[in-house]
């Protein structure tokens, strides 16, 4: 049997996978089985932060490996709490820190500190967005304000409400509200950032009203946007930031920051794996990588040149796209329809140029953040070719 038949016959058929196995990786470069080297606009959907097969990353990992990676929760953890400073320091919050292993649980999470934050006032509705992406749990299901994600499912917790835009939100607010759930930029909704100003005036709003308000960063966080967190691109202070995807560049965590840091008391929440020294370690090097890159201006170049780079192909390619859109290096080419989209999500795989699928017609870009110049221009001229056999409209 075949490494695909093999996958087909032994895992449930939960992704639609491509026939293609990558075996290892440098940079934004991944090698496939057959010895093709692709260029990597998709960082593993946003984990692969620091690039792949990176020497510094793999340095901590093994040396943390050969020492100890996990002693549980019941005992100190020096890299977790070193991890805990680093974030709570990164995001300017009053805050403090609890870890797990995913997004979703990051969200599980923060749901369940505004579930106990609205106890004694008997509030425990949460708003989240049209179009939203918050998790495959049961609860982060239904906080997903995506209608075919509730299918099948059911029953399920109750207690979540979905504004259109967020101007809506306000309309939404009922006197069980107790938080409002968002991303700054959609990531599976079409990577649509949303309007500073507005952001503001509900973050304002929401404060005046004790209404908390939870910005999911999972996939802005952690520098994707140019910034560690998109919530200092709009000015705001957040209740509760979760994290996951890029913060330990591939090894699995999440991460809840809140300034609500005495709702959670002892047994309230808690993780088997989360926070173990293998994760942490992993996510301080991912930072101090990810910082030196912020802090010399090399990021703050990289996106300038991605950035460009997309909005002049999107204007080469006009039949195609209206435009670009999207934060730092979190952007999507804006494709006439969805069979626009399919057919240049499919002839860049064919041209080796890996990118993602997002809502609203839209090509997602999320590189690694290490991406070298080269790379990016490679990448740009392979998405080139896969579209040069597409029809415009
Ligand atoms: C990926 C993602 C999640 C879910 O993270 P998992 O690690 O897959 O559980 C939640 N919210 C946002 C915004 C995401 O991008």
């Known amino acids: 049997m075949t490494l695909f038949e093999q996958d087909s016959e032994y895992l449930l058929h939960t992704y639609a996978r491509r026939n293609l196995a990558f075996v290892s990786g440098r940079g934004a470069t991944l090698r496939e089985a057959g010895g093709e080297e692709y260029i990597d606009f998709t960082a593993g959907i946003g984990v692969a932060s620091v690039g792949h097969g990176n020497a510094r990353l793999a340095q901590t990992l093994t040396a943390q490996a050969s020492s100890v990676m996990h002693t549980s929760n019941l005992y100190l953890i020096a890299p977790q709490v070193a991890l805990a400073k680093k974030l709570v320091e990164l995001s300017g919050l009053d805050a403090r820190v609890f870890f797990g292993n995913s997004g979703a649980e990051a969200n599980e999470g923060a749901i369940k500190i505004a579930r106990k934050y609205g106890e004694t006032s008997g509030r425990y509705e949460i708003i ?7 998790g495959r749990t049961i609860a982060t299901l239904k906080a997903t304000g995506q209608a075919k994600f509730h299918d099948h499912f059911a029953p399920f917790p109750d207690g979540f409400c979905y504004a259109e835009n967020l101007a809506d939100i306000y309309r939404k607010i009922t006197p069980k509200t107790v938080a409002v759930m968002i991303e700054l930029v959609q990531g599976e909704g079409g990577v649509q950032a949303q309007d500073k100003t507005e952001v503001q005036q509900l973050a304002a709003e929401l404060k005046s009203r004790d209404i908390l308000l939870i910005v999911d960063e999972i996939q802005t966080g952690v520098f994707r946007t140019g910034e560690f967190v998109a919530s200092t691109i709009y000015g705001i202070q957040p209740d509760v930031i979760t994290l996951a995807k890029g913060l330990a560049g591939g090894v699995p965590i999440g991460a809840v920051i809140t300034t609500k840091k ?3 008391s002892y047994g309230d929440h808690g ?3 989360g926070g173990n020294f293998l994760s942490t370690a992993a996510a301080i090097t991912t930072l101090e990588i990810l910082h030196e890159q912020y802090a010399s201006g090399a990021l703050a170049q990289t996106v300038q040149h991605f950035s460009r780079r997309c909005a002049e192909f999107a204007a080469q390619h006009s039949g195609l796209f209206t435009g670009e859109t999207g934060l730092g290096l979190m952007r999507a080419l804006k494709a006439k329809n969805d069979d626009i989209k399919t057919q240049v999500i499919s002839q860049a795989h064919n041209e080796r140029v890996l990118v993602l699928n997002s ?4 090509v997602r870009m999320l590189p690694p953040l290490t991406i070298t110049v080269a790379e990016i221009d490679e990448g740009f001229a392979r998405l080139g070719k896969a579209c040069s056999g ?3 409209i």
């Not at 989240?128 to 918050?134: E, K, Q, R, V, Y």
Request: aromatic share 16%; no cysteine; glycine share 4%.
């Open 271 to 273: 993780s088997t794996f």
């Open 390 to 392: 597409i029809d415009a």
């Open 359 to 362: 809502g609203r017609s839209r």
């Open 128 to 134: 989240t967005l049209d179009n939203s992406f918050h």
């Open 262 to 264: 005495e709702v959670f």
